[in-house]
């Protein structure tokens, strides 16, 4: 079965700085996906960005990029330039490549705090 | 375009009750999953319909069971709630299942067992 662990239960950053959240995963798996969501108090879950295993290029999107690592199945989540807003909690999801596993496997989360 | 709508936002049962929660996806979306989340166990999976058929099923006992509509909407329904039942349940709605299109959430219905 797969897993997903994300080592940090809490971060804080200081605002406009960079912050790096940490994400592995398991799965025995060749074709799957990676995302990172995130949770603000409102409880909806936004998704941040997204990564197709078969993809070696990291994703970005405007100030999130990640670092993917295949080989040793290393997820990670660099937000920069870091504001107010960005404070919420952070999920790491695995996702199967079609057939039947179609659902998110979630770590337990990244609460981030932003300091003024 | 509306976005996931979950009803209702709260909601307070007793022990032995049963619980209906509702999800409505985003138009044209048929692909429908439902979320547990707690502060232990963190967001587990329930199940995943898509055209009407569960295609998909997680750990949970078969108190939890849920249901797709032709137009969609979704039904989970809880049987006999237990305490431990209290949590935040999610739904997402995407167009097809398995695939890297963005799982879009709604934003909960949070339920209290008493």
């Known amino acids: 079965a797969q897993t997903v662990t994300q080592s940090q239960p809490e971060m804080s950053v200081q605002e406009a700085e960079t912050v790096t959240l940490s994400c592995t995963y398991d799965t025995s798996e060749s074709d799957y996906y990676l995302f990172w969501y995130k949770q603000p108090p409102s409880r909806q879950m936004i998704l941040v960005i997204r990564q197709e295993a078969y993809k070696q290029q990291n994703a970005t999107e405007n100030r999130f990029s990640v670092n993917f690592q295949k080989a040793a199945k290393s997820f990670s989540l660099k937000i920069s330039d870091s504001q107010l807003g960005d404070a919420a909690m952070y999920f790491c999801?695995?996702?199967?490549?079609?057939?039947?596993?179609?659902?998110?496997?979630f770590g337990k989360g990244t609460k981030l705090s932003v300091k003024p | 375009k509306a976005g996931v709508t979950q009803t209702p936002r709260y909601l307070i049962k007793t022990r032995g009750q049963q619980v209906t929660l509702s999800c409505s996806p985003i138009?044209?979306?048929?692909?429908v999953s439902w979320y547990q989340q707690t502060p232990g166990q963190g967001l587990q999976f329930l199940f995943e319909?898509?055209?009407?058929?569960?295609?998909n099923k997680g750990n949970f006992p078969g108190r939890f069971s849920g249901r797709q509509f032709s137009n969609s909407r979704s039904e989970m329904n809880v049987s006999t709630l237990e305490l431990g039942d209290s949590a935040l349940y999610l739904c997402?709605?995407?167009?097809?299942?398995?695939?890297?299109?963005?799982?879009?959430f709604g934003q909960g219905t949070r339920l209290t067992v008493v």
């Open positions: 999801a695995y996702r199967n490549y079609g057939g039947s596993q179609g659902n998110l496997i």
């Open positions: 138009s044209g979306h048929r692909s």
């Open positions: 997402a709605s995407s167009l097809v299942p398995a695939t890297n299109t963005e799982a879009f």
């Open positions: 319909y898509f055209s009407e058929t569960q295609r």
